[in-house]
């Protein structure tokens, strides 16, 4: 298993921008596909983004063309960029990690992932 702790949530304007970080523990980090997840305010918990092990990426139509997801295998990272952030944004964002996918394979379904971050909040104002 690996440990996964999410950093960068805080409070923004709309149109505003933030970076959210996952950091994982071991050296396997390389061998998971991952995803970012949310749930905002009386909400179910929604896919959000994810990204293959080889770099492939798929987004939820919410988040499309302002929401980047990126890893780095090196670093042991994957990082949600947020850009022209909307009061509907507002969520808890959760780090998700599967092991043992194909490389070019994602996944968007929170029964797909084995190991969740605690969760960093995210607070977008008007």
């Known amino acids: 298993q690996v440990h996964l702790v999410e950093s960068g949530g805080g409070l923004v304007q709309a149109g505003g921008s933030l970076r959210l970080s996952c950091a994982a523990s071991?050296?396997?980090?390389?061998?998971?596909?991952m995803g970012w997840f949310r749930q905002g305010p009386g909400k179910e918990r929604d896919f959000a983004a994810a990204?293959?092990?080889?770099?492939?990426?798929y987004y939820a139509d919410s988040v499309k063309g302002r929401f980047t997801i990126s890893r780095d295998n090196a670093k042991n990272t994957v990082s949600l960029q947020m850009n022209s952030l909307k009061p509907e944004d507002t969520a808890v964002y959760y780090c998700?990690?599967?092991?043992?996918?194909?490389?070019?394979?994602?996944?968007?379904?929170?029964?797909?992932?084995?190991?969740w971050g605690q969760g960093t909040q995210v607070t977008v104002s008007s």
């Open positions: 990204i293959s092990r080889s770099g492939s990426t």
């Open positions: 998700a990690g599967r092991i043992g996918a194909s490389r070019g394979s994602w996944y968007s379904r929170q029964e797909q992932y084995e190991n």
């Open positions: 071991g050296r396997t980090f390389s061998r998971y596909a």
